[in-house]
């Protein structure tokens, strides 16, 4: 009989395991129908829907591994990677859908969440000051135009399985939209730096690295509170707090 593993649990949303068929569970039903209707038009490998009864949907597990995850040793190669890089470009060349996502926060919405943020987490003695400091300039230059792409806008490594350096599924499609593209080839890299030029190779475009650093540090700076309030630990070695570091 197949054993019931509990994927992620939060105060917002829990991913169960049964066998070959996990069970998302959501009280948003915006956020499911976003993650439905994603799945139907990424032109990427993605997740079979098996049914839906809200709050819940079940779909089938995608073949193969993940490429690794933050904080862990990656188990992808180079090919694998520059061919994660590939499926990522297919994706942000794709029609929009016709929502913003994750990826899509304006500016000014985004500055504000992040002054907010930086202020909360000195002043709650979360992060020490310098780095806090030097991590919100590194995150200026992603406070810039970008011409809107089909995004993921969870694209963790966690999220991406392949066969050997073929890429077999791309999961957790709920904050998927409209946005900036480099923020997804941001999250997909975040803590595998030594990665980032293998996935650029096979993005095939020009990339502004500089931009990916920011990225980096202003992702890592908006979630850690929020991680470490849901059970999560950014602290850990190789995960957001030890990216934040790397800046410095």
């Known amino acids: 009989m ?3 593993k509990v994927v992620v649990a939060h105060s917002e949303r829990a991913t169960l395991r049964v066998g070959d068929v996990f069970l998302k ?4 039903q915006a956020r499911i129908d976003v993650e439905v209707e994603a799945m139907a ?3 990427v490998p993605t997740p079979e829907v098996l049914w839906r009864k809200p709050p819940v949907f079940a779909i089938a597990a995608v073949p193969g591994t993940t490429l690794g995850r933050l904080g862990g040793p990656s188990t992808g190669s180079p090919a694998a990677w520059a061919a994660a890089g590939a499926a990522i470009r297919k994706l942000h060349d ?3 859908p ?5 990826a899509g926060r304006s500016i000014v919405a985004l500055a504000a969440e992040l002054d907010e943020e930086c202020e909360l987490l000195v002043t709650n003695g979360v992060l020490p000051a310098d780095l806090v400091t030097r991590n919100r300039q590194v995150a200026e230059a ?3 135009p970008w011409t809107p792409a089909f995004t993921h806008g969870d694209l963790q490594i966690a999220h991406v399985f392949v066969d050997g350096d073929e890429i077999t599924g791309i999961i957790d499609w709920s904050e998927a ?3 900036d593209a480099l923020y997804d080839l941001a999250t997909f890299t975040l803590g595998h730096e030594e990665h980032l030029d293998d996935v650029v190779a096979g993005y095939g475009t020009d990339v502004d690295l500089d931009v990916i650093h920011a990225w980096w540090s202003l992702r890592s700076l908006l979630v850690v509170r929020w991680l470490s309030e849901h059970g999560f630990d950014p602290f850990a070695p190789g995960c957001e707090v ?4 790397s800046r410095l």
């Open 41 to 43: 038009l990424a032109p």
């Open 177 to 179: 939209g409209q946005g």
């Open 142 to 144: 992603a406070l810039r």
């Open 94 to 96: 794709a029609p929009l």
């Open 242 to 245: 030890d990216v934040l570091r």
């Open 25 to 28: 569970v959501d009280a948003d």
């Open 98 to 102: 016709p929502l913003p996502g994750r």
């Open 2 to 4: 197949d054993e019931v």
